[in-house]
């Protein structure tokens, strides 16, 4: 076996080949087979199939975006499923771009944050308040609700405010590190939300627990985005822009401070690292990912209340990090996409499976035991088994790898030009 899969390593024409025919048999499965729930799945795990070729980057980035841009929607559109399959692949979308905002906080910078989902509540009621005519009750100028044109430049104003949150929340907190910080953030996220909720009065800004009703929908070229089918590609286009950011960011200098001061704050304060920039970037960078997707979030459900931004939310999003690899981009892609899939899809099909057999009579389970209903239980073992057998995560963080020969014939070479230019530099003083 292992003699097989080092050829196929080995082998990019052979791996070609391979990918090539699963996308392929993956594709006309669900094209021919619309309610397929495992049909579907499979054609989205040729991506993680695609990462572990040899290929470029360039070649996986090219051949992924024809699956998401091109196959799976073409796949899904021939039956009533459709919009259900897109409104998974855009939640998928925005808990990826969440969850890739917390690794910066937890997995890279090594700061536990539990109330994470306070920015994503921010940019959702930012664009909210103004899509809405909420913003009448307290603006002094203006008509609202403004128009769905609004829209992409709000993505860019809740990308522009949870970022400011999150370094007004880092400025106070920053004394304070471990278990102390994880519950000062945990607070922070309660209060966000006990502010929208009871922000009703004297002055009638969010509604309360009554939440923001028909929010207005995005607008382009005077078409509406008001389907997942069409939110899928706005999700998708943010996503790349977010995973192009946080790789740029990781191997930065910022990155490699973020990495220092999670290993030892005093050995990265030692060496040269500002630790309050640092920690405040992390915050700021984590929370406007964040802030973003609370904006399309908001757009596309047209309903904003403080019940979509509970503590819960906040742990659902630090399991995604946790099970695929802190500090690891492609685990936390990986981690986000099974959780969301789990709660949203796989939990509720195999619901539905176990409530048709009971209604045949060939199985009987008690309602309470339903799968659906112990989400939380099967998070939880997941968590437990991952933590004793697996405690690195699914794909865990790697750092590059230099060859030592290579630097040192780099070092040589510099130290010779150096060498060289002294001689110059005192006959030119002399």
Sequence with gaps: MKNWLHTIQQNKRLQAIIVGLYIVVTFFSLYLAQKSVVAFLLLLSSLLLLYFTTFSNRVKWLIGGVVMVVLLPLAA?????????????????????????????????????LGFVAFFALGAYTYGIFATGQANNFMPFGHYPLSGESFWVFIFIGCFVA?????????????????????VTLGFGEIIRIIFNNLDKPVNITNGAM???????????????????????????ILITVIFAVRRLE?????????????????????????????????????????????????????????????LESITILVMVILGGM??????????????????????????????????GVINVPDALSPAKMQR???????????????????????????????KDADKLVNAGVQKEVPQNVHLDS
């Design 77 to 113: 559109s021939q039956g009533e499923a459709y919009q259900s399959y897109m409104e998974v692949a855009t939640l998928v979308g925005i808990y990826i771009a969440m969850a890739l905002g917390l690794n910066i906080v937890v997995g890279m910078a090594g700061l536990l944050d």
């Design 163 to 183: 970022a400011l949150f999150g370094i007004l929340l880092g400025v106070p907190v920053l004394r304070v590190k471990g278990d102390y910080l994880a519950i």
């Design 211 to 237: 939440g923001l009703a028909s929010v207005q929908p995005p607008r382009l070229f005077g078409i509406d985005f008001m389907y997942p089918s069409q939110f899928y590609y706005i999700v998708l286009v």
């Design 251 to 311: 191997f930065s200098k910022i990155g490699r401070a973020w990495k220092a001061v999670r290993e030892n704050e005093i050995a990265a304060q030692a060496m040269g690292i500002h630790l309050v920039k640092t920690k405040l970037m992390a915050f700021a960078v984590g929370a406007s990912f964040s802030g973003m997707m609370g904006v399309v979030f908001a757009a596309k459900q047209t309903f904003v209340d403080p019940t979509s931004f509970t503590l």
């Design 327 to 360: 500090g690891s981009v492609p685990g936390v892609i990986l981690g986000a996409a099974l959780v969301t899939i789990l709660n949203l899809q796989v939990l509720t099909e195999l619901t539905n499976w176990l409530n048709q057999l009971s209604l045949n």
């Design 377 to 407: 239980f099967i998070f939880g073992v997941i968590l437990i088994l991952f933590a004793l057998y697996r405690p690195q995560g699914l794909l865990p963080a790697k750092n590059p790898v230099f060859d030592e020969k290579e630097l």
